[in-house]
Each structure stands twice: as structure tokens, then as C-alpha cells.
T-cell receptor, first 111, second 112 residues
Framework: TQLLEQSPQFLSIQEGENLTVYCNSS?????LQWYRQEPGEGPVLLVT?????EVKKLKRLTFQFGDARKDSSLHITAAQPGDTGLYLC???????????FGKGTSLLVTP | SAVISQKPSRDICQRGTSLTIQCQVD?????MFWYRQQPGQSLTLIAT?????????ESGFVIDKFPISRPNLTFSTLTVSNMSPEDSSIYLC?????????FGSGTRLTVV
């Protein structure tokens, strides 16, 4: 199993602050995905990064895939209470279609 | 993206009983997956359900405990058998079309 280490596990910040979540592995992934999950719902895909060094932006969210395709980061600028949720990184390995998930980062943004 | 209807959304069950969770997809998909998630924690893959063949189980999960059916390309069930309080968790199904992954809204199971 290709393990994904995600940090921090918990993050509580005030509205307007910036934050970065990290997803690291010793394994190479063909792609990495970031999901956000709210209570009572399944994870919802935010972005997929495929190319080493790739940077993708989704409004105030910036996603980066490491050059070696072993790590990724999610940066949120000027966080808002609506960003509150569980953020999960997941990797699709080279040998199968099932996703391996990181442990998740529980983000709380207070007004 | 595919749309998944997962039922039930939650249930409270007596220990020793079994619960079957259903996932219906609005399109034909080859790969379906079943995950378990402790509240506030990440997802752990239980098994991959392929139509026309036996499900493939991950380490720590066995068919006798978590039998899976996949009668066609749009439907699958996961049964949690002979339940104990340790089985209390959220169970989710997922599908991929190759381009992306979609998840059901989950079944929150409490075993008392």
C-alpha cells in the first residue's frame, strides 16, 4: 500500500488567514487528488494533479504537485467559514484504480 | 460525473445482526469501491467490486464479514455481517469512470 502522510491533522484559524496543507509520500503517484468532505456527505473532488511540478488554482485554493510526484500541497488564501471541512488527499497508484487516502486535515475557520 | 444514490443514510443496529448497504449509479461503471470511514477520519478501502467476478478485498477485510454483490454495472451492495460495536462507522461506495471519482453520501452505522 502506498502511504500518504497528511499534515496538519487539525487546523483552527480565523477568517482571513492563509493556510497550507501538506500531503507527502515516499511513493510515486500517477496522479494526486484533493477532496473536501462535509459532515454527512461523501468526499467531493476539488482537483486532480497529474504532471510533476503542476500548479492548479481554484479561486482561493492553490494546489501544487511535487516535481517527483510524491507530494502535494493545498494553499488557501483568505480562508472563509465556508472552507470549513475535512480535506483529504488521495493518490491513484500505478498498479490499480483504487485510491489511497491520507489521514485528512480537519479545518475549522471561525468568523 | 456519475451520480450515486446510497441507502440507507444511517441505521442503528443490534449486535449480531447484519445490514446491507446499497449503491445505485446513474450510469454504467466498471469499477466500484467500498470504503469505511471513522467519523472525522480518513477513508480505508474495504474492497473493489467488479461486475462478473468476485470482489477483491484489502488486508484486514474478509468476504465472510463484508460480502459484496455486483449484479450489474450500475448497482452494488455491501453487507456488514454479524455486527459488533467495532463496526460502527461510516461506509461509502465510490465509482470511477476513469476521468474522476464519485462518492456516495455514506451510510452512518451505529451498532449497539
Amino acid at each position: 500500500t502506498q502511504l500518504l502522510e497528511q499534515s496538519p491533522q487539525f487546523l483552527s484559524i480565523q477568517e482571513g488567514e492563509n493556510l497550507t496543507v501538506y500531503c507527502n509520500s515516499s511513493s510515486v503517484f500517477s496522479s494526486l487528488q484533493w477532496y473536501r468532505q462535509e459532515p454527512g456527505e461523501g468526499p467531493v473532488l476539488l482537483v486532480t494533479v497529474v504532471t510533476g511540478g503542476e500548479v492548479k488554482k481554484l479561486k482561493r485554493l492553490t494546489f501544487q504537485f511535487g516535481d517527483a510526484r510524491k507530494d502535494s500541497s493545498l494553499h488557501i488564501t483568505a480562508a472563509q467559514p465556508g472552507d470549513t471541512g475535512l480535506y483529504l488527499c488521495a493518490g491513484e497508484g500505478n498498479s490499480g484504480y483504487a485510491l489511497n487516502f491520507g489521514k485528512g486535515t480537519s479545518l475549522l475557520v471561525t468568523p | 460525473s456519475a451520480v450515486i444514490s446510497q441507502k440507507p443514510s444511517r441505521d442503528i443496529c443490534q449486535r449480531g445482526t447484519s445490514l446491507t448497504i446499497q449503491c445505485q449509479v446513474d450510469s454504467q461503471v466498471t469499477m466500484m469501491f467500498w470504503y469505511r470511514q471513522q467519523p472525522g477520519q480518513s477513508l480505508t478501502l474495504i474492497a473493489t467490486a467488479n461486475q462478473g467476478s468476485e470482489a477483491t478485498y484489502e488486508s484486514g477485510f474478509v468476504i465472510d464479514k463484508f460480502p459484496i454483490s455486483r449484479p450489474n454495472l450500475t448497482f452494488s451492495t455491501l453487507t456488514v455481517s454479524n455486527m459488533s460495536p467495532e463496526d460502527s462507522s461510516i461506509y461509502l461506495c465510490s465509482v470511477t469512470t476513469g476521468a474522476d471519482y464519485t462518492f456516495g453520501s455514506g451510510t452512518r452505522l451505529t451498532v449497539v
